[in-house]
């Protein structure tokens, strides 16, 4: 019989430093790696969104977390507990036990997923979404119909809780550096008032709190699509600074909601160029700039919106490269950025995707130059 095999620990500042020090001894820039939280991360990082319920993407996940990791260009993963029906999240796993046998130790990679869409067990495809959570929620009275939101998401603590917990068998980890509530704004804005929604999110960060005490999580946060690249009188609107009072409210001034998620590329542009936030007496801010005023890390995703961007026609700027590197470029060099999150599966894609890590980000004069050029000449498809 064999034992199930658990990584323990979590990314460190020592850890990865150490992955740092061996990507710039193998070429990569020190520039790569930014700092957040004592941490050095990458500035790129690998999603697993995208992909079919099959033994032939588990192993094509895998192999791409572990070709991406072992490269010295991406120490941070990211995935959902219902991407590929939880086979991402597995496949991750799997490649983290392969990473920690050839030296590079669970303390050198940052690992975030997301919890609260619903989602079954792609290892038991004959059983559907909806009779799963029946299964295995509904009918042992973790959560009730009534918890599920017309978007298909839930917020009920115990059934987070749950998330967690499988989220950590999942992906063989004693503790996740990250968890997000996942678009969770935007899947129940339709269905309470603004107010219950920040009561149930209060709930949510108690739980996340409680895994945190735990040391099953370091730091948590919100995954989001909408409400944070809207403007403020849209009713998908939710403000940065309100979503830190709730954590505070919660868990002190020493809170781990540190990070928030959203899409950002040359398409969906909100995040660098909306001024639709304000932190204290400050406003007219972008969401970066928010992040920033509050200690925030942002991660974005879709930066190649899932390869449609490669076929625009997009404006030189300095420092660009191949069309990849040039949209990746831009966004992982944008103030408050950590990293941008990009999906792949392919050997080739991942070998494509991650040159840019061979260069330095753009400098704050070379950014402000390539976001004049492309706001004056905006990308034609």
């Known amino acids: 019989m064999s034992s199930f095999e658990v990584l323990k620990g979590f990314a460190t500042p020592e850890g990865t430093l150490k992955y740092q020090e061996r990507a710039v001894a193998a070429g990569k820039p020190k520039e790569h790696f930014k700092e957040f939280a004592g941490l050095r991360l990458s500035s790129i990082g690998m999603g697993t969104y995208l992909g079919d319920i099959s033994q032939k993407d588990d192993a094509a996940v895998e192999n791409a977390v572990y070709e991406s990791v072992k490269s010295g260009a991406v120490n941070v993963v990211d995935t959902a507990i219902n991407y590929r029906a939880m086979k991402s999240e597995k496949s991750i796993g799997r490649a983290l036990l392969r990473l920690a046998k050839e030296g590079i130790s669970r303390d050198q990679v940052f690992v975030s997923t997301k919890n609260g869409y619903v989602t079954n067990d792609g290892d038991f495809p004959g059983v559907d979404v ?66 219950k929604f920040m009561e149930m999110l ?38 940065l600074q309100d979503a830190v009072n709730v954590a505070e409210s919660v868990g002190g001034k020493d809170h781990g909601f540190r990070f928030i998620q959203l899409p950002y590329n040359l398409a969906y542009s909100e995040a660098l160029l909306l001024k639709n936030q304000k932190v204290g007496a400050e406003t007219n801010l972008t969401v970066l700039e928010a992040a920033a005023k509050l200690g925030i890390g942002v991660f974005t995703s879709i930066p190649l919106f899932q390869g449609r961007l490669l076929h625009a026609q997009i404006p030189d700027y300095p420092g660009a490269g191949d069309p990849v590197s040039r949209l990746l470029q831009l966004v992982r060099s944008s103030p408050s950025v950590i990293a941008p999150l990009v999906g792949q599966k392919r050997p080739e894609h ?32």
């Not at 996942?182 to 107010?195: G, Q």
């Not at 735990?214 to 948590?220: S, T």
């Not at 995707?353 to 498809?381: C, H, W, Y």
């Open 130 to 195: 909806m009779e799963y959570m029946h299964r295995m929620y509904i009918a042992t009275g973790v959560i009730t119909a009534d918890d599920i939101s017309s978007g298909y998401n839930v917020m009920h603590p115990s059934y987070l809780a749950k998330c967690i917990d499988r989220s950590l068998a999942n992906m063989h980890l004693s503790t996740i550096d990250l968890v997000y509530i996942h678009n969770a704004f935007e899947s129940w804005h339709e269905d309470v008032e603004r107010k």
């Open 202 to 239: 209060a709930k949510a960060f108690e739980v996340y709190e409680q895994y945190r005490k735990q040391e099953k999580l370091r730091y948590y946060g919100m995954a989001t699509w909408t409400c944070f690249r809207v403007t403020p009188d849209s009713c998908e609107y939710l403000s």
């Open 350 to 381: 991942v070998v494509e995707n991650l040159k840019v890590a061979d260069r330095p980000p753009l400098t704050k004069d070379e950014f402000a130059q390539a976001v004049k050029i492309l706001t004056q000449r905006p990308m034609s498809g």
